[in-house]
């Protein structure tokens, strides 16, 4: 079972920064692809971005290009998203997984349709002044 922890989740102003973690338990993410996601309240669930395994290749929505950050860092077998100028809709319940490697080329393709493996608690992001 493919199975990710997502931290570092809060609370900021608009115009604020957090920097959300990705932890997979119990094996490498040498050979995955991982993407980010969100839920907001009432809404479905969006890809935010993905990238490659080797972490060469990301794809951002467009809602966050420009502000959001994928990275991968394999000593510490850890994806990070790095978010700045967060915008209050930006609130949302952010959880990664792995994808294919087409959702690391192709935005329209980095969705959770495509995603596999167990979807966990995730971590709140609540933008608001």
């Known amino acids: 079972q493919l199975r990710f922890v997502e931290s570092g989740g809060g609370s900021v102003q608009p115009g604020g920064s957090l920097r959300l973690s990705c932890t997979p338990t119990?094996?490498?993410?040498?050979?995955?692809?991982i993407g980010w996601f969100r839920q907001a309240p009432g809404k479905e669930r969006e890809g935010v971005s993905c990238?490659?395994?080797?972490?060469?290749?990301?794809t951002y929505a467009d809602s966050v290009k420009g502000r959001f950050t994928v990275s991968k860092d394999k000593p510490k077998n850890t994806v990070y998203l790095q978010m700045n100028s967060l915008k209050p809709e930006d609130t949302a319940i952010y959880y990664c997984?792995?994808?294919?490697?087409?959702?690391?080329?192709?935005?329209?393709?980095?969705?959770?349709?495509?995603?596999?493996?167990?979807w966990g608690q995730g971590t709140q992001v609540t933008v608001s002044s």
């Open positions: 990238i490659s395994n080797t972490g060469d290749t990301t």
């Open positions: 119990g094996f490498t993410l040498e050979h995955y692809n």
């Open positions: 997984l792995a994808v294919p490697i087409l959702s690391t080329h192709v935005p329209e393709k980095c969705t959770s349709k495509n995603a596999f493996g167990d």
